[in-house]
């Protein structure tokens, strides 16, 4: 490998390092403001709070049913990422082993969820829903998250799946093999890490998506994202505090999910089989 070693390409390195390091920095700062927030007794103008406690978090449980909230968060997440993967894992396979007339307009349906901010789909996703009757319910959050997860589910798997060599199916077919069974002994097992990070990363977004859930969600139905934003801006007088506390175990919640996802899957490595054709 050769390194570009002039003085407009070292000038750029340190720029890029700079500015990569300034962003963590400034990342890590707000985080360990929040955090040591939701752990002070009293933090006025003053580098390092007065004392520190843990009866915050305790409030934050009591006072926004923490335990409720959460409880809605993954009955809501494995709804979607359920039903992501039953319909988003047969329909990436029937798109990349079939060629039809549109497929290229269908693929572009399916970018679009993905590629355009979700207020922009979500007010009218959530005005149809309204007038359905599953406006403000458990299943009219988790069909507005659908929308664009089995997209996600099924751009990510394509690529998976034409890894495959096409014999191999055919090999199974002559052997006596059924669609049902060709899936389940023959492509589950070879997709099984791409399903994983497909379905991972999926729950990751379903967390914190706030658009949809916060446009779909009723008093019943909030997601932890949706129940921080409340918290934030009710009406009355809450304890910063508290409110940094449930962040913190939003933030928790998220993070923890997030590395479990990196540890099945290398987003560069998704890019790089996409680029494969």
């Known amino acids: 490998m050769i390194r570009d070693t002039t003085t407009g390409a070292r000038l750029w390195s340190t720029l890029v390092w700079v500015l990569t390091g300034f962003f963590v920095l400034n990342v890590a700062a707000m985080m360990a403001t929040v955090v040591t927030s939701s752990f002070s007794t009293r933090w006025l103008q003053s580098w390092l709070p007065a004392g520190y406690t843990t009866r915050w978090y305790l409030a934050a449980w009591r006072e926004f049913q923490l335990g409720d909230v959460l409880l809605t968060t993954f009955e809501v997440v494995g709804a979607v990422v359920l039903l992501s993967g039953l319909i988003g894992v047969p329909a990436a396979y029937a798109m990349a082993r079939r060629d039809f007339s ?4 269908v693929l572009l349906i399916f970018l679009l969820p ?8 979500g007010i009218p996703l959530a005005t149809v829903l309204y007038q359905l009757g599953l406006g403000g319910t458990f299943w009219g959050v988790v069909l507005a998250n659908l929308v664009p997860s089995v997209p996600f589910v099924i751009m990510v798997m394509i690529p998976f799946i034409e890894q495959i060599d096409p014999k191999v199916e055919a090999a199974a077919r ?4 059924g669609t049902l069974q060709l899936f389940r002994h023959v492509l589950i097992p070879m997709l099984t890490p791409g399903v994983l990070a497909a379905l991972l990363l999926v729950l990751v977004r379903t967390i914190a998506m706030f658009e949809l859930t916060f446009l779909t969600a009723g008093p019943t139905s ?10 934030v801006f009710a009406a009355g007088v809450r304890a910063v505090q508290s409110i940094d506390a449930m962040a913190v175990v939003y933030t ?6 997030l590395l479990i996802a990196l540890r ?12 494969r054709r």
Not at 174 to 177: E, H, L, Q, S
Not at 222 to 231: G, H
Not at 252 to 257: N, P, Q, R
């Open 264 to 275: 099945f899957v290398n987003p560069t490595q998704i890019v790089g089989r996409g680029g």
């Open 114 to 121: 993905l590629l355009v901010p979700p207020m922009t789909f």
């Open 174 to 177: 002559v052997f006596g093999a």
């Open 102 to 105: 549109g497929k290229r307009l």
């Open 252 to 257: 928790a919640t998220t993070l923890v999910w």
């Open 222 to 231: 909030q997601t932890l994202v949706v129940a921080l934003y409340y918290s």
